[in-house]
């Protein structure tokens, strides 16, 4: 992506083809290798500096279907004792990383569960999960505990079931309200069961309610679009999340794509997948919502919260747990196993259950900070030179301005602001912030 065209650092897409768009860290994953997994259990057994915010993400790696877009690590044949097995290696992996000398003492200011499906679970399944966490480390008075859902895994008791186990943030991934376009996604629900969980949620007394869009998906129209906004609208969620689609390598539809000899994606193309996140923005913002970041919209801006987005993005430590998760302890990054049958053996005979690591230099890590909090849309200049000595609008002034001067940006004083067009396309922006080596490497 690195190149001068139009006068940007970056070539401008077109046609959605294979590979990475979203911008999910840095640097890039292709860059973490299993030689300097020793760089994260060595950072384990040193003790965790208690000011920075600890958190902890779960990863439920079960699915009713794998959708044809999903480049997660999920399973789709999994009885009910692999999935005890599987529930067992993670909290015994919790418990071991609570007794370390990086967590011991400190509470997790959020927890994230995520997939997979964790709402696969079933109600007994979940509370023996969360009872069995919280007696490994304390999350007593955290300021987030977020789920993430498939409306057709649940019903109305589920659903009250995982609100009294203490979660506040419940994120419902519609992506489309259409059935045929879900169908041909290979989603595994369909509108009625969307229109079932939309029903049940408001009462069960979550703090945020959030549901998740994807503009651009295989079979969308310009007139279904319209009518996935509409009705996101008449559900009123306290947030929506809209994320444009992408085709990593790793998914059935580049497996398809590749079989056929395919360069170019079933799916819309760049300016037409940020055309209709924009249309959506739009209509969200006439009926009194806010946006909140390059993918979100929220209602309330004084009560909504993206603890785990902001804490994580500001440079918080996280603990991955679970299959292929990935976390952050201080400046180690760090990818656990990729198998499930490896994760669950390796956490049984007590071992480590990390795969790959890497540690970053604090210029990285001050990269790191910069392009995710640039996916917010505005940042000050001030933390940076507070944490990092280093003054980010003189450091990257040359691309700065050239992004400013294609109307995709201002500054003004210490705080820069991206314009709406910037902000729909800011993932493919920040690759011209990354270090010379890193821009041409594979990022996944």
């Not at 519609?174 to 045929?180: G, K």
């Not at 398809?256 to 940020?274: F, L």
Request: with cysteine; aromatic share 12%; glycine share 8%.
């Amino acid at each position: 992506m690195a190149g001068e065209t139009h006068g940007l650092p970056v070539a401008e897409l077109g046609k959605t083809e294979a590979g990475n768009y979203f911008v999910a860290n840095y640097p890039p994953f292709s860059l973490w290798t299993p030689e300097r997994v020793g760089e994260a259990t060595d950072r384990l057994q040193t003790r965790g500096d208690p000011s920075n915010p600890l958190g902890l993400y779960v990863h439920i790696p079960f699915c009713r279907k794998r959708c044809h877009f999903c480049y997660f690590k999920v399973y789709t044949d999994r009885n009910k004792d692999d999935i005890r097995a599987y529930l067992d290696a993670v909290i015994a992996e919790v418990e071991r990383l609570g007794r370390t000398p990086f967590v011991e003492g400190r509470t997790l200011d959020f927890v994230y569960f995520g997939g997979g499906t964790p709402s696969y679970l079933s109600t007994e399944q979940l509370r023996y999960l969360f009872d069995g966490l919280r007696g490994a480390v304390s999350w007593e008075g955290a300021r987030e505990i977020a789920f993430e859902c498939e409306p057709g895994t649940l019903n109305e008791k589920k659903v009250h079931a995982i609100a009294q186990l203490g979660v506040t943030r419940l994120s419902l991934g519609i992506e489309n309200f259409d059935d045929d376009v879900l169908e041909i996604n290979n989603r595994a629900h369909r509108s009625r069961q969307v229109h079932d969980a939309c029903a049940w949620a408001p009462s069960a007394g979550f703090e945020q309610i959030n549901i998740d869009l994807i503009a651009g998906m295989v079979g969308e129209t310009p007139e279904n679009w319209r009518r996935c906004i509409e009705r996101a609208l008449e559900m009123a969620p306290d947030v929506v999340t809209i994320y444009q689609m992408e085709v990593p390598f790793n998914t059935t539809i580049y497996r398809d794509m590749r079989e056929q000899g395919r360069e170019i994606a079933p799916v819309a193309d760049w300016p037409t997948k940020r055309q209709w996140v924009a249309d959506a923005f739009d209509a969200f913002e006439a009926a009194g919502y806010h946006v909140a970041s390059a993918y979100t919209v929220v209602k309330d801006p004084a009560r909504t919260k993206f603890v785990y987005r902001d804490a994580l993005w500001d440079g918080a430590d996280m603990l991955g747990t679970g299959v292929s998760s990935f976390g952050l302890l201080g400046p180690v990054h760090y990818q656990n196993r990729h198998r499930i049958e490896q994760y669950v053996e390796e956490v049984e005979r007590g071992a480590s259950a990390i795969y790959r690591a890497m540690t970053m230099t604090d210029e990285e890590r001050m990269i790191r900070q910069f392009v995710l909090q640039m996916k917010l849309g505005r940042l000050s200049r001030r933390p940076f030179i507070e944490r990092f000595g280093v003054d980010v609008f003189d450091r990257f002034a040359d691309t700065l301005q050239a992004y400013a001067q294609s109307g995709l940006l201002s500054i003004e004083g210490d705080v820069l602001t991206l314009s709406r067009e910037g902000l729909l396309q800011v993932d493919r922006l920040l690759h011209a912030f990354f270090l010379p080596e890193h821009r041409e490497v594979r990022y996944a």
